[in-house]
Protein backbone atom coordinates (compact mmCIF):
# COMPACT_ATOMS: atom_id res chain seq x y z
CA UNK A 1 0.00 0.00 0.00
CA UNK A 2 2.78 2.25 0.87
CA UNK A 3 4.87 1.20 -2.23
CA UNK A 4 1.50 2.28 -4.55
CA UNK A 5 1.60 5.86 -2.66
CA UNK A 6 4.83 6.35 -3.33
CA UNK A 7 4.38 5.46 -6.86
CA UNK A 8 1.77 8.08 -7.38
CA UNK A 9 2.85 10.86 -5.55
CA UNK A 10 6.15 10.27 -7.79
CA UNK A 11 3.99 10.03 -10.77
CA UNK A 12 2.34 13.17 -9.59
CA UNK A 13 5.06 14.81 -9.40
CA UNK A 14 7.01 14.21 -12.65
CA UNK A 15 4.04 15.21 -14.30
CA UNK A 16 3.55 18.55 -12.83
CA UNK A 17 6.94 18.87 -13.91
CA UNK A 18 6.66 17.92 -16.95
CA UNK A 19 3.94 20.35 -17.21
CA UNK A 20 5.60 23.69 -16.07
CA UNK A 21 8.21 22.48 -18.21
CA UNK A 22 6.17 22.81 -21.46
CA UNK A 23 4.79 25.86 -20.09
CA UNK A 24 7.94 27.65 -19.45
CA UNK A 25 8.97 26.07 -22.97
CA UNK A 26 6.13 27.65 -24.33
CA UNK A 27 6.32 30.87 -22.73
CA UNK A 28 9.92 31.35 -24.00
CA UNK A 29 9.06 30.42 -27.71
CA UNK A 30 5.66 32.73 -27.71
CA UNK A 31 8.24 35.77 -26.38
CA UNK A 32 10.65 34.87 -29.03
CA UNK A 33 8.41 35.16 -31.94
CA UNK A 34 6.90 38.25 -29.75
CA UNK A 35 10.11 40.09 -30.32
CA UNK A 36 11.20 38.73 -33.71
CA UNK A 37 7.62 39.49 -35.03
CA UNK A 38 8.37 43.10 -33.18
CA UNK A 39 11.55 43.37 -35.02
CA UNK A 40 10.31 42.62 -38.29
CA UNK A 41 7.52 44.78 -38.12
CA UNK A 42 9.90 47.69 -37.53
CA UNK A 43 12.26 46.29 -40.12
CA UNK A 44 9.20 46.41 -42.74
CA UNK A 45 7.87 50.30 -41.44
CA UNK A 46 11.00 51.24 -41.85
CA UNK A 47 11.63 49.46 -45.89
CA UNK A 48 8.55 51.28 -45.99
CA UNK A 49 10.06 54.85 -45.63
CA UNK A 50 12.43 54.25 -47.68
CA UNK A 51 10.58 52.29 -50.61
CA UNK A 52 8.20 54.31 -52.86
CA UNK A 53 4.75 53.40 -52.81
CA UNK A 54 4.53 53.00 -56.31
CA UNK A 55 7.55 51.79 -59.13
CA UNK A 56 10.21 54.41 -58.50
CA UNK A 57 10.09 55.47 -62.74
CA UNK A 58 6.67 56.20 -62.04
CA UNK A 59 7.70 59.19 -59.83
CA UNK A 60 9.90 61.63 -58.74
CA UNK A 61 10.94 63.44 -55.41
CA UNK A 62 11.09 67.16 -55.91
CA UNK A 63 11.42 69.51 -53.27
CA UNK A 64 10.95 67.00 -50.33
CA UNK A 65 7.55 66.34 -52.26
CA UNK A 66 6.44 62.93 -53.96
CA UNK A 67 5.69 64.15 -57.63
CA UNK A 68 3.22 61.45 -59.82
CA UNK A 69 4.36 61.39 -63.36
CA UNK A 70 0.72 60.54 -64.45
CA UNK A 71 -0.53 63.47 -62.82
CA UNK A 72 1.95 65.64 -64.94
CA UNK A 73 0.99 63.62 -68.03
CA UNK A 74 -2.45 65.06 -67.32
CA UNK A 75 -1.99 68.18 -67.52
CA UNK A 76 0.56 68.81 -70.08
CA UNK A 77 -1.15 66.26 -72.77
CA UNK A 78 -3.92 68.48 -73.40
CA UNK A 79 -1.87 71.39 -73.84
CA UNK A 80 0.20 69.79 -77.17
CA UNK A 81 -1.23 69.73 -80.49
CA UNK A 82 -0.78 67.73 -83.28
CA UNK A 83 0.03 69.54 -86.79
CA UNK A 84 -0.55 68.46 -90.44
CA UNK A 85 -0.01 70.73 -92.69
CA UNK A 86 -0.13 70.35 -96.72
CA UNK A 87 1.92 72.38 -99.44
CA UNK A 88 1.34 72.13 -103.34
CA UNK A 89 4.20 71.28 -105.18
CA UNK A 90 4.60 71.89 -108.90
CA UNK A 91 6.75 69.74 -111.64
CA UNK A 92 8.91 71.77 -113.54
CA UNK A 93 8.43 70.14 -116.36
CA UNK A 94 11.60 68.45 -117.08
CA UNK A 95 12.11 65.37 -118.97
CA UNK A 96 13.46 62.22 -117.08
CA UNK A 97 16.92 61.95 -117.36
CA UNK A 98 17.02 58.67 -119.16
CA UNK A 99 20.58 58.81 -120.41
CA UNK A 100 22.47 59.30 -123.46
CA UNK A 101 20.79 55.72 -124.91
CA UNK A 102 17.92 57.29 -125.48
CA UNK A 103 18.49 59.80 -128.04
CA UNK A 104 21.00 57.63 -129.96
CA UNK A 105 19.10 58.03 -134.20
CA UNK A 106 18.55 53.97 -133.48
CA UNK A 107 16.43 54.01 -131.29
CA UNK A 108 14.89 57.62 -131.90
CA UNK A 109 13.79 55.61 -135.15
CA UNK A 110 11.68 52.79 -133.11
CA UNK A 111 11.02 56.09 -130.62
CA UNK A 112 10.21 59.15 -132.37
CA UNK A 113 13.11 61.25 -131.18
CA UNK A 114 13.99 62.41 -127.98
CA UNK A 115 12.01 63.16 -125.52
CA UNK A 116 10.29 66.86 -124.47
CA UNK A 117 9.42 68.77 -121.57
CA UNK A 118 5.82 68.24 -121.09
CA UNK A 119 4.26 71.83 -121.66
CA UNK A 120 1.87 72.08 -118.71
CA UNK A 121 4.02 71.05 -115.22
CA UNK A 122 2.17 68.85 -113.20
CA UNK A 123 1.14 69.71 -109.28
CA UNK A 124 1.26 67.20 -106.53
CA UNK A 125 0.37 67.78 -102.55
CA UNK A 126 2.85 66.81 -100.21
CA UNK A 127 1.84 66.25 -96.57
CA UNK A 128 3.79 66.46 -93.28
CA UNK A 129 2.91 65.84 -89.66
CA UNK A 130 4.52 67.40 -86.54
CA UNK A 131 3.47 68.95 -83.43
CA UNK A 132 2.86 72.24 -81.41
CA UNK A 133 2.22 73.41 -77.81
CA UNK A 134 -0.45 76.05 -77.10
CA UNK A 135 1.11 78.75 -75.55
CA UNK A 136 -1.71 81.63 -75.22
CA UNK A 137 -5.53 81.56 -74.20
CA UNK A 138 -5.59 83.63 -77.53
CA UNK A 139 -4.75 80.20 -79.65
CA UNK A 140 -0.84 81.00 -80.22
CA UNK A 141 0.83 77.77 -81.02
CA UNK A 142 4.47 77.34 -80.77
CA UNK A 143 6.42 74.63 -83.28
CA UNK A 144 9.13 74.04 -85.51
CA UNK A 145 9.84 75.97 -88.76
CA UNK A 146 10.99 72.83 -90.54
CA UNK A 147 7.27 71.88 -89.55
CA UNK A 148 4.79 74.72 -91.44
CA UNK A 149 7.71 75.88 -94.05
CA UNK A 150 5.96 76.34 -97.38
CA UNK A 151 2.77 75.09 -96.10
CA UNK A 152 -0.54 76.33 -97.99
CA UNK A 153 -3.00 74.55 -95.66
CA UNK A 154 -2.33 73.76 -91.79
CA UNK A 155 -4.71 71.78 -89.95
CA UNK A 156 -4.08 71.68 -85.90
CA UNK A 157 -5.86 68.89 -83.79
CA UNK A 158 -6.46 69.09 -79.99
CA UNK A 159 -5.98 66.60 -77.61
CA UNK A 160 -9.99 66.70 -76.62
CA UNK A 161 -10.96 65.85 -80.94
CA UNK A 162 -11.31 69.40 -81.89
CA UNK A 163 -9.50 70.52 -85.33
CA UNK A 164 -8.86 74.01 -86.33
CA UNK A 165 -7.14 75.67 -89.08
CA UNK A 166 -4.41 77.71 -88.45
CA UNK A 167 -2.50 80.68 -89.63
CA UNK A 168 1.19 81.27 -89.89
CA UNK A 169 1.77 84.54 -87.89
CA UNK A 170 5.91 83.97 -88.77
CA UNK A 171 8.86 82.10 -89.51
CA UNK A 172 12.32 82.05 -87.83
CA UNK A 173 14.34 79.22 -90.14
CA UNK A 174 17.50 80.65 -88.08
CA UNK A 175 16.10 78.90 -84.73
CA UNK A 176 13.67 76.64 -86.36
CA UNK A 177 11.04 78.33 -84.85
CA UNK A 178 7.41 79.27 -86.13
CA UNK A 179 4.25 80.43 -84.47
CA UNK A 180 0.69 79.57 -85.63
CA UNK A 181 -2.65 81.51 -85.01
CA UNK A 182 -5.59 79.38 -84.65
CA UNK A 183 -8.80 79.79 -86.14
CA UNK A 184 -12.51 80.03 -84.65
CA UNK A 185 -14.38 79.79 -81.44
CA UNK A 186 -10.57 79.14 -79.25
CA UNK A 187 -12.35 78.60 -76.21
CA UNK A 188 -11.22 76.10 -73.34
CA UNK A 189 -7.62 76.28 -74.07
CA UNK A 190 -5.12 74.43 -72.25
CA UNK A 191 -2.11 76.68 -71.92
CA UNK A 192 1.12 75.24 -70.97
CA UNK A 193 3.34 77.78 -68.76
CA UNK A 194 7.13 78.06 -69.69
CA UNK A 195 9.06 77.20 -67.43
CA UNK A 196 13.06 78.21 -65.53
CA UNK A 197 15.47 76.55 -68.42
CA UNK A 198 17.80 78.39 -65.85
CA UNK A 199 17.22 75.97 -63.13
CA UNK A 200 17.02 72.89 -65.12
CA UNK A 201 20.22 70.42 -64.20
CA UNK A 202 21.89 67.78 -65.54
CA UNK A 203 19.63 64.46 -64.73
CA UNK A 204 16.48 66.34 -64.26
CA UNK A 205 13.76 64.32 -65.12
CA UNK A 206 12.01 65.54 -68.31
CA UNK A 207 8.96 64.59 -70.57
CA UNK A 208 8.61 64.89 -74.11
CA UNK A 209 5.37 64.82 -75.61
CA UNK A 210 4.25 64.80 -78.99
CA UNK A 211 2.90 62.97 -82.57
CA UNK A 212 5.94 60.67 -83.57
CA UNK A 213 5.26 58.85 -86.74
CA UNK A 214 1.97 60.64 -87.09
CA UNK A 215 0.47 57.32 -84.36
CA UNK A 216 -1.02 59.99 -81.85
CA UNK A 217 -0.35 61.70 -78.51
CA UNK A 218 2.52 60.60 -76.74
CA UNK A 219 4.70 60.80 -74.26
CA UNK A 220 7.94 59.35 -73.07
CA UNK A 221 10.42 60.04 -70.25
CA UNK A 222 14.05 60.95 -69.92
CA UNK A 223 16.35 62.68 -68.47
CA UNK A 224 18.69 66.16 -69.34
CA UNK A 225 21.81 65.02 -70.73
CA UNK A 226 23.62 68.60 -71.56
CA UNK A 227 22.69 71.80 -71.85
CA UNK A 228 24.03 74.43 -74.01
CA UNK A 229 24.83 72.47 -77.03
CA UNK A 230 26.03 74.20 -79.83
CA UNK A 231 27.92 73.68 -82.93
CA UNK A 232 25.54 70.26 -84.02
CA UNK A 233 25.01 72.18 -87.12
CA UNK A 234 21.25 71.96 -87.39
CA UNK A 235 20.42 75.76 -87.65
CA UNK A 236 22.52 79.05 -87.42
CA UNK A 237 21.68 79.68 -83.75
CA UNK A 238 22.05 76.58 -81.39
CA UNK A 239 21.78 76.32 -77.49
CA UNK A 240 19.79 73.13 -77.05
CA UNK A 241 18.63 70.64 -73.84
CA UNK A 242 20.03 67.27 -75.25
CA UNK A 243 17.95 64.90 -73.49
CA UNK A 244 17.62 60.88 -73.99
CA UNK A 245 13.51 60.93 -73.49
CA UNK A 246 12.42 59.24 -77.01
CA UNK A 247 11.72 61.58 -80.09
CA UNK A 248 11.28 60.63 -82.94
CA UNK A 249 9.92 62.27 -86.41
CA UNK A 250 6.86 63.93 -85.76
CA UNK A 251 8.16 65.10 -82.71
CA UNK A 252 9.22 67.82 -83.69
CA UNK A 253 7.60 71.39 -82.29
CA UNK A 254 6.15 69.19 -79.17
CA UNK A 255 6.77 70.29 -75.79
CA UNK A 256 9.93 68.73 -73.64
CA UNK A 257 8.47 69.66 -69.90
CA UNK A 258 10.01 69.54 -66.40
CA UNK A 259 8.54 67.89 -62.94
CA UNK A 260 6.42 71.19 -62.64
CA UNK A 261 4.57 70.71 -65.50
CA UNK A 262 6.31 73.43 -67.11
CA UNK A 263 7.33 74.07 -70.73
CA UNK A 264 10.90 74.14 -71.33
CA UNK A 265 11.56 73.04 -74.60
CA UNK A 266 10.46 72.81 -78.05
CA UNK A 267 11.48 69.57 -79.39
CA UNK A 268 13.35 69.89 -82.52
CA UNK A 269 15.75 67.13 -84.14
CA UNK A 270 17.28 63.56 -83.02
CA UNK A 271 20.98 62.47 -83.86
CA UNK A 272 20.60 59.13 -85.52
CA UNK A 273 21.94 57.34 -88.35
CA UNK A 274 18.64 55.45 -88.60
CA UNK A 275 16.22 58.47 -88.58
CA UNK A 276 14.61 56.91 -85.55
CA UNK A 277 15.39 57.49 -81.93
CA UNK A 278 19.05 56.42 -81.02
CA UNK A 279 19.02 58.52 -77.06
CA UNK A 280 19.72 62.43 -78.22
CA UNK A 281 17.52 64.49 -79.18
CA UNK A 282 17.70 68.28 -78.91
CA UNK A 283 15.11 70.82 -77.82
CA UNK A 284 15.56 74.35 -78.22
CA UNK A 285 14.95 76.19 -74.31
CA UNK A 286 12.18 78.14 -73.84
CA UNK A 287 14.87 81.42 -72.63
CA UNK A 288 15.61 81.51 -76.57
CA UNK A 289 12.33 80.68 -77.75
CA UNK A 290 10.35 83.22 -75.66
CA UNK A 291 11.84 86.15 -76.92
CA UNK A 292 11.89 84.80 -80.07
CA UNK A 293 8.17 84.06 -80.13
CA UNK A 294 7.05 87.59 -78.46
CA UNK A 295 9.48 88.81 -81.78
CA UNK A 296 7.45 87.45 -84.34
CA UNK A 297 3.87 88.37 -82.13
CA UNK A 298 4.96 91.82 -81.95
CA UNK A 299 6.38 92.35 -85.66
CA UNK A 300 5.87 89.23 -87.59
CA UNK A 301 9.71 88.74 -87.69
CA UNK A 302 12.79 88.51 -85.40
CA UNK A 303 14.64 91.34 -85.27
CA UNK A 304 18.26 90.50 -84.20
CA UNK A 305 20.91 92.61 -83.01
CA UNK A 306 24.57 93.06 -84.31
CA UNK A 307 27.60 93.88 -82.38
CA UNK A 308 30.16 94.02 -85.28
CA UNK A 309 33.03 92.32 -83.78
CA UNK A 310 34.96 88.48 -85.00
CA UNK A 311 35.14 86.51 -82.07
CA UNK A 312 36.90 83.27 -80.82
CA UNK A 313 37.42 81.02 -78.25
CA UNK A 314 40.18 81.54 -76.23
CA UNK A 315 42.59 78.25 -76.30
CA UNK A 316 45.45 77.45 -74.08
CA UNK A 317 48.38 78.66 -76.25
CA UNK A 318 46.11 81.94 -76.45
CA UNK A 319 46.14 81.86 -72.74
CA UNK A 320 50.10 81.83 -72.97
CA UNK A 321 49.77 84.29 -75.09
CA UNK A 322 48.16 86.84 -73.58
CA UNK A 323 48.83 86.45 -69.84
CA UNK A 324 45.45 85.12 -68.90
CA UNK A 325 45.28 83.30 -65.92
CA UNK A 326 42.87 80.69 -67.07
CA UNK A 327 41.03 79.09 -70.80
CA UNK A 328 38.08 80.90 -70.32
CA UNK A 329 36.37 83.60 -72.02
CA UNK A 330 35.56 84.65 -75.46
CA UNK A 331 38.81 87.02 -77.56
CA UNK A 332 37.84 90.00 -79.81
CA UNK A 333 39.82 89.17 -82.83
CA UNK A 334 38.90 91.70 -84.88
CA UNK A 335 36.23 94.93 -84.92
CA UNK A 336 34.11 96.14 -87.53
CA UNK A 337 34.75 100.19 -87.78
CA UNK A 338 31.94 102.38 -87.04
CA UNK A 339 29.60 99.35 -85.49
CA UNK A 340 28.32 99.17 -82.24
CA UNK A 341 31.12 97.17 -80.49
CA UNK A 342 33.59 100.08 -81.85
CA UNK A 343 31.28 102.98 -80.60
CA UNK A 344 31.16 101.08 -77.22
CA UNK A 345 34.54 101.04 -76.71
CA UNK A 346 35.43 97.48 -77.09
CA UNK A 347 38.83 96.81 -79.01
CA UNK A 348 40.80 94.01 -80.96
CA UNK A 349 42.33 91.56 -77.99
CA UNK A 350 40.31 92.41 -75.78
CA UNK A 351 38.68 89.20 -74.17
CA UNK A 352 35.16 89.09 -72.34
CA UNK A 353 34.89 86.65 -69.42
CA UNK A 354 31.35 87.45 -68.63
CA UNK A 355 28.02 89.30 -70.32
CA UNK A 356 25.29 90.42 -68.49
CA UNK A 357 26.71 88.90 -65.03
CA UNK A 358 26.82 85.31 -66.91
CA UNK A 359 29.84 83.65 -67.42
CA UNK A 360 31.10 82.95 -71.21
CA UNK A 361 32.97 80.06 -71.34
CA UNK A 362 32.98 80.07 -75.48
CA UNK A 363 32.33 82.15 -78.38
CA UNK A 364 28.79 80.22 -78.97
CA UNK A 365 27.96 80.99 -75.31
Not at 122 to 136: D, K, Q, Y
Not at 149 to 165: P, S
Not at 250 to 267: D, K, Q
Request: some cysteine; glycine content about 12%.
Amino acid sequence: MRKETGNRRLFIVTLGALTIGCAIIAFVKWRRSRDTGSRLEQLATKVSSVLMPTPAFAQANKAGETVVLADIAERVVPSVVNISSEKIVRDTGSPPDFGPLFNDPFFRHFFGGPLEPSSRPRARREHSLGSGVIVSDKGVVLTNNHVIENADEIRVGLADGREFEAEIVGRDPDSDLGVLKLKGDVKDLKVLAMGDVNSLRLGDIVLAVGNPFGVGQTLTMGIVSAKGRASVGIVQYEDFIQTDAAINPGNSGGALVNMRGELVGINTAILSRSGGYQGIGFAIPTNMARPIMDGILADGKVKRGWLGVAIQDVTPQLKDALGLTESSGVLISDVAADGPAAKAGLKRGDVIVSLDGQKTDSSRS
